[in-house]
Nanobody, 123 residues
């Protein structure tokens, strides 16, 4: 069983930065693709970013390209989402997702999900 714990959310002014972390435990982390999704109030969950198990391939939603970066440290069993130039429309609960297949993560069908961390961006 994989357990995921997100951290790093908070309240930030537009234009600011936050770094989210997702710490995984329970399985060999290096074998799993990881992703970040978000759900804004009244909206559907949407894909934000994903990274392959080895970290060689990364994927970003068009809405965050040029502002967000996803990375991972397999030695620390942790994946990161660096969020720069934040906008009020980035306000959402951000969720970490894990699966053995990158494609499954990209489709939002990952086997394991964290509890989420709130990000609020004010103007």
């Amino acid at each position: 069983q994989v357990q995921l714990v997100e951290s790093g959310g908070g309240l930030v002014q537009a234009g600011g930065s936050l770094r989210l972390s997702c710490a995984a435990s329970g399985r060999p982390f290096s074998r799993y693709a990881m992703g970040w999704f978000r759900r804004a109030p009244g909206k559907e969950r949407e894909f934000v970013a994903a990274i392959s198990s080895g970290g060689w391939n990364t994927y970003l939603a068009d809405s965050v390209k040029g502002r967000f970066t996803i990375s991972r440290d397999n030695a620390k069993n942790t994946v990161y989402l660096q969020m720069n130039s934040l906008k009020p429309e980035d306000t959402a609960v951000y969720y970490c997702a894990v699966d053995q297949q990158t494609g499954t993560v990209l489709r939002g069908e990952a086997d394991y999900w964290g509890q989420g961390t709130q990000v609020t961006v004010f103007s």
